[in-house]
């Protein structure tokens, strides 16, 4: 069965940062990306970023470019998300994701209708 364990969300100033963690398991994880995205009250949900199976991909959205750094464990099957320099419309729910079809790229972050599995969410907090 895969499982996706989203963890690290809180209530952070502005400025500050936080890491989520995504723990894999039922799955091959070098053979599939792991994404994260995220919806906000009232938003429809938007890829954030992604990473391959490899590691050697990786894929932001614009609104994040810069600020925010994906990463994988393969010892733990964990993918980190490290979020630096929030700000308050990064406030949302984060999810991770995976798909067997779909390889990281703008495609992967464009679709999540697409995405085969999804981790519960949690909730990132930025207080301005």
């Keep these: 069965e895969?499982?996706?364990?989203?963890?690290?969300?809180?209530?952070?100033?502005?400025?500050g940062s936080l890491r989520l963690s995504c723990a894999a398991s039922g799955f091959?994880?070098?053979?599939?990306?792991?994404?994260?995205?995220?919806?906000?009250?009232?938003?429809?949900?938007?890829?954030v970023s992604c990473i391959s199976g490899s590691g050697g991909v990786d894929v932001?959205?614009?609104s994040v470019e810069g600020r925010?750094?994906?990463s994988k464990d393969y010892a733990k099957r964990t993918v980190y998300l490290h979020m630096?320099?929030?700000?308050a419309e990064d406030t949302a729910v984060y999810y991770c994701t995976t798909d067997f079809n779909l390889p990281c790229g703008r495609v992967y972050?464009?679709?999540p209708v697409a995405m085969d599995y999804w981790g519960k969410g949690?909730?990132?907090?930025?207080?301005s």
């Design 60 to 62: 932001y959205a614009g």
């Design 68 to 70: 925010f750094t994906i």
């Design 84 to 87: 630096n320099s929030l700000k």
């Design 28 to 47: 091959t994880f070098d053979d599939h990306a792991v994404g994260w995205f995220r919806q906000a009250p009232g938003k429809e949900r938007e890829g």
């Design 109 to 111: 972050l464009a679709r």
């Design 2 to 15: 895969v499982q996706l364990q989203a963890s690290g969300g809180g209530l952070v100033q502005a400025g």
């Design 122 to 127: 949690t909730l990132v907090t930025v207080s």
